[in-house]
């Protein structure tokens, strides 16, 4: 079924996106280290609950989680790390990355609607709205 691929797709995304921002968290420097190092740290603990909220939608509807390492890696979307050092780096890729986990769940949203499956789609709803809530917020931080 296709929304229950969409959602291990998500669940990968959200796993691979919490390992790069514990990466972020430890190797972040310069002048705004605490207020980065503090924030990364929050938003690995929010991917952290998504990825368990996500995995427990998809057993709710006789889904089965991708849950290893290979796994995720072979189904998501989102790319690992690129090696970011500079503080400015690591914050563009993170939007860029929220960027792309927000279009995937509105593709997701609509499935959800289309299946009438208004759980689903509730909870990617106000997962898309955090994530507005975040690029704003970090596209702030880069002053653009």
């Given at each position: 079924m296709e929304l229950q691929a969409q959602l291990n797709q998500q669940?990968?995304?959200w796993?691979?996106?919490y390992t790069k921002l514990h990466r972020f968290h430890w190797y972040v420097k310069g002048p705004l280290f605490f207020t980065l190092h503090a924030k990364f740290e929050e938003l690995y603990n929010e991917s952290g609950l998504v990825v368990d909220q996500?995995?427990?939608r998809l057993l709710a509807i006789g889904g089965q989680p991708?849950?290893?390492?290979?796994e995720y890696l072979e189904t998501a979307t989102l790319i690992e790390t690129n090696n970011e050092t500079k503080a400015s780096e690591m914050v563009s890729a993170l939007v860029a990355d929220y960027k792309q986990i927000k279009d995937e769940l509105s593709s997701l949203a609509n499935l959800a609607e289309e299946n009438h499956d208004i759980i689903t789609n509730d909870m990617v709803?106000?997962?898309i709205?955090?994530?507005d809530t975040h690029i704003w917020m970090l596209t702030a931080y880069l002053g653009e």
């Open positions: 669940i990968a995304n796993n691979v996106l996500l995995a427990e991708v849950a290893t390492m290979k709803t106000g997962l709205e955090s994530l």
